[in-house]
């Protein structure tokens, strides 16, 4: 009898294996949780230059994978080459990335790489951009977003070229270190409207009182803030100093995702 019961035991402990050997097979096995599409905006925070030239060279990211190990992904960018900073403002951007596939799951990181051609130019005068970091890696701009089956995101990276611009103390030298942020379109929403009279030069910024976002009205006067989170943000219209005219303060705007709040024309009086 305890021959048999012995031997029960020993089938028992075969069949255990085996199913957890096939249920070990099938999940190595799993097919791919499906793909999403990612596209990527570059775009401009104002800063108080004439111009600034970044050499734009790559875009990569690391999807599902958050170590520090080198396995990025390039998407490919498909309008690689130098641009001035400060004519992606007023709701005009360039189009770095178009519809890449990738895994569904989490975008970690976002990596915009950086070529040897930048420059700034200052009272009339061009002096070289050194970005060393950006040369030689590109710069990592944490995202940690969700990427859900096929689904088309649209990420856009803000560049805030007042705090990326640095002067270095000794040397004289003025160092780029990229300060972008970035955000979702699909999940964000965007303000717009326009400045009257349209010949004074006015910043436009908007504050939920964690982010701010901000940009300059165009020549014909008009201005878009995009890449907004919901909620209820206050806007402040800051016309040129020289103009004698007031700040002007537009309280309680509501932003919905997906959508754009027109304000109208702002009279500056």
């Given amino acids: 009898m305890n021959t048999l019961k012995q031997l029960k035991l020993v089938l028992l402990t075969i069949l255990t294996i085996t199913f957890f050997s096939c249920s070990d097979d099938d999940s190595n096995n799993t097919p791919s949780q499906g793909t999403s599409t990612i596209s990527v905006k570059l775009m401009d925070r104002p800063g108080d230059y004439e111009h600034v030239y970044v050499d734009v060279v790559d875009v990569r990211v690391k999807v599902n994978d958050a170590s520090d190990d080198d396995n990025w992904v390039s998407l490919e960018a498909i309008n690689t080459g130098v641009y001035d900073l400060l004519e992606l403002t007023g709701g005009i951007n360039v189009l770095l990335v178009d519809d890449f596939v990738v895994p569904s799951g989490t975008l970690n990181q976002i990596r915009l790489v950086l070529g040897n051609d930048n420059s700034i130019v200052i009272d009339g005068e061009t002096f070289p951009l050194n970005t060393p970091s950006a040369q030689q890696s590109g710069l990592k701009i944490q995202v940690n977003e969700t990427l859900e089956p096929n689904i088309a995101y649209t990420f856009l990276l803000d560049f805030d070229v007042d705090e990326s611009i640095v002067v270095a103390g000794n040397s ?17 929403g965007a303000l717009s409207g326009s400045i009257t009279p349209i010949d004074v030069q006015t910043e436009i910024t908007a504050t939920n009182g964690i982010e701010t976002v901000s940009s300059y009205a165009d020549v014909d006067g008009n201005f878009v803030l995009v890449g907004l989170t919901e909620g209820t943000y206050t806007v402040t219209v800051t016309p040129d100093p020289a103009s004698g005219l007031p700040i002007q303060i537009i309280e309680d705007v509501e932003i919905t995702v997906g959508s754009t709040t027109e304000l109208g024309v702002i009279l500056l009086e």
């Fill in 172 to 188: 004289g030298n003025i160092n780029l270190k990229p300060v972008i942020r970035a955000s979702v379109e699909a999940q964000s």
